[in-house]
């Protein structure tokens, strides 16, 4: 699901060093980076504060994780935190490849309960932005995929909260069956959106 390439305020300069795409639900954007490359590889800029404080609506990042899955197939979410310690995300997959999906669960909001996916891959560098107020999860379509993310808050187990993956109402198009999934205990027993209390509210 992709939306209108935009520029968000940037200036020429960081234009060229960055390409920015505000997906079906604005708030959830793709950043891009460009690489340099030659024979050897490639070398490219895949975080400034400067540059992405206005793609990321000046979430201040305090923390980096670190996930590997073994297996294609392995989904990880529908995960979020509560406030005061909601994250926001900025998610790049450095092996591998993942549909990174993001769900919109902010009471009152004009897509509560919609979601966006984009595939990310170690190929494609293409990073998401996940504001706060999304539950976010990905499906590994590669074996042995390892992703990096940044988040705006610590972790904090008391505050730790997920949303069912297989959710009907959530309609999302997973790229592996139900019986072939791996996933956590944990995850197999989120909450339905039906059920999940508010925790967030929209603003405009």
Same mark, same amino acid.
């Given at each position: 699901?992709?939306?209108?390439?935009?520029?968000?305020?940037?200036?020429?300069?960081?234009?060229?060093?960055?390409?920015?795409?505000?997906?079906?639900?604005?708030?959830? =954007?793709?950043?891009?980076?460009?690489?340099?490359?030659?024979?050897?590889?490639?070398?490219?800029?895949?975080? !400034? !504060?400067?540059?992405?404080?206005?793609?990321? *609506?000046?979430?201040?990042?305090?923390?980096?994780?670190?996930?590997?899955?073994?297996?294609?197939?392995?989904? !990880?979410?529908?995960?979020?935190?509560?406030?005061?310690?909601?994250? /926001?995300?900025? =998610?790049?997959?450095? !092996?591998?490849?993942?549909?990174? =999906? /993001? =769900?919109?669960?902010?009471?009152?909001?004009?897509?509560?309960? *919609?979601?966006?996916?984009?595939?990310?891959?170690?190929?494609?560098?293409?990073?998401?932005?996940?504001? @706060?107020?999304?539950?976010?999860?990905?499906?590994?379509?590669?074996?042995?995929? %390892?992703?990096?993310?940044?988040?705006?808050?610590?972790?904090?187990?008391?505050?730790? *909260?997920?949303?069912?993956?297989?959710?009907? @109402?959530?309609?999302?198009?997973?790229?592996?069956?139900?019986?072939?999934?791996?996933?956590?205990?944990?995850?197999?027993?989120?909450?339905?959106? /039906? %059920?999940?209390? @508010?925790?967030?509210?929209?603003?405009?």
């Amino acid at each position: 699901m992709t939306g209108v390439l935009r520029d968000v305020g940037l200036n020429k300069q960081e234009r060229e060093k960055v390409q920015v795409e505000r997906l079906d639900i604005p708030d959830v =954007v793709a950043i891009t980076p460009k690489r340099i490359g030659d024979t050897r590889g490639f070398f490219a800029e895949v975080f !400034r !504060r400067d540059a992405f404080a206005e793609i990321c *609506r000046g979430a201040d990042f305090v923390q980096d994780n670190h996930s590997r899955s073994a297996e294609m197939g392995t989904i !990880r979410g529908l995960h979020f935190q509560a406030p005061p310690f909601a994250q /926001a995300k900025l =998610v790049r997959v450095v !092996r591998g490849a993942i549909l990174d =999906v /993001a =769900v919109d669960i902010r009471t009152s909001s004009p897509t509560y309960g *919609r979601h966006v996916t984009r595939m990310l891959s170690a190929d494609n560098g293409t990073q998401l932005f996940v504001p @706060a107020g999304f539950a976010h999860g990905f499906c590994t379509l590669e074996p042995g995929t %390892e992703i990096d993310y940044k988040v705006s808050n610590y972790y904090s187990a008391a505050h730790d *909260r997920g949303l069912a993956w297989d959710d009907p @109402a959530l309609g999302i198009a997973w790229p592996v069956t139900h019986e072939k999934a791996v996933l956590s205990a944990k995850d197999r027993a989120h909450l339905k959106l /039906a %059920e999940l209390p @508010a925790c967030f509210t929209y603003r405009a």
